[in-house]
């Protein structure tokens, strides 16, 4: 199982403003993100990411691939059994998406779930959408034990302004 994680930053590395809102984000940032998604078919969110992409911006009508998502409350329930709340680990919820026979998944934020995900050593590989906009405040990677050596595999343009960087985590 392939896990990769995706995520818009700003130079200051803030991935949202401090709403939660992400508007500031490329049509070429969300583009790309939706097509991987496409091809993966499966994507794990934060319970906050969630809320902020459902239902407009899901990279996929519920029903067409898998969605995990990640919270805290546990009277959270789906009509949709491919939509799954949970508060399962990192590696139990990779565990379990394997097992509907996924072969990648999508890990797309935030940053809590971010900092989880890279922490339990399970994240293989990482893009990084760079976009050209700055605020002063927002959502960043939580704060956690973890230290990783990347190599890098691509950089990519994906307009004039926003650069992709594409990373393999080196285990």
């Known amino acids: 199982m392939k896990v990769i994680l995706y995520t818009a930053l700003t130079p200051n590395g803030l991935m949202a403003k401090s709403d939660g809102s992400t508007d500031w984000l490329s049509k070429e940032d969300l583009a790309h993100f939706n097509a991987i998604c496409q091809k993966t078919r499966a994507v794990i969110f934060g319970r906050k990411s969630w809320d902020e992409m459902n239902p407009d911006w899901l990279p ?41 026979g ?15 995900f890279l922490g339990s050593g399970l994240v293989d590989e990482i893009y990084i959408d760079m976009e050209p906009y700055l605020f002063g405040k927002g959502i960043r990677f939580q704060e956690a034990e973890f230290e990783l050596d990347l190599e890098l595999l691509d950089v990519s343009k994906l307009n004039s302004q926003t650069l992709q960087l594409h990373y393999r985590v080196k285990k």
């Not at 998502?69 to 379990?96: D, Y």
């Not at 999508?106 to 940053?111: Q, S």
């Open 102 to 116: 996924y072969a990648e998944v999508i890990v797309a934020g935030g940053g809590e779930i971010y900092s989880l």
């Open 60 to 100: 996929f009508k519920e029903g067409e691939g898998m969605y995990t998502v990640l919270t805290r409350n546990k009277s959270l329930v789906s009509q949709n059994p491919k939509t799954i709340f949970s508060s399962s680990s990192p590696k139990e919820i990779i565990n379990r998406v394997e097992k509907a």
